[in-house]
């Protein structure tokens, strides 16, 4: 099982300011980077002093066959979402919905982390899009 950061060193505020929701997102395109089952995907970095609210996933285009992935973070690989369908139609979102780990109230980051995807079997054809809606507690 390997650990591919696809963040892109992606800045986790996006603005200049404080007490402000913002979104921040990355498109992980599968065709360009295969992934094994097991394979863990850090897909966006998320700063110290951020609530996050929630986490979306967007199919663009789907795996072409059945396969699930869970989102989560470094502490709880599910906690966000527990079954993305990777194979849904295009334009189809998930969500974290109360029944996930950090569904209830979302997620109150005191160091830095990622939100991170993991796979549970092999894909080469899948491009998702992921976003955060955070809240900047700095």
């Known amino acids: 099982m390997a650990t591919v950061d ?3 060193g992606l800045p986790g505020v996006p603005f200049g ?3 402000k929701v913002y979104r921040v997102s990355n498109r992980l395109d599968f065709s360009k980077v295969n992934a094994l089952a097991g394979d863990v995907f850090r897909a ?4 110290a002093n951020t609530k996050v609210y929630g986490v979306y996933v967007k199919i663009v285009t789907p795996e072409g066959s ?3 992935a869970s989102v989560g973070d470094e502490t709880d690989a599910d ?3 527990t079954s993305v369908n990777l194979n849904a139609s295009a334009g189809t979102f998930t969500q974290t919905i109360t029944t996930d780990g950090y569904g209830a ?4 980051y005191t160091a830095d982390d990622t ?3 993991t796979v549970g079997a092999d894909i080469d054809t899948c491009i998702i899009d992921v976003y955060a809606k955070c809240l900047d507690l700095n």
């Open 66 to 68: 059945a396969v699930t």
């Open 105 to 108: 109230d979302g997620k109150i």
């Open 44 to 47: 966006l970095d998320i700063k």
């Open 17 to 19: 300011g404080i007490n």
């Open 6 to 8: 696809l963040t892109k």
């Open 79 to 81: 906690g966000w979402d």
């Open 115 to 117: 939100i991170n995807l």
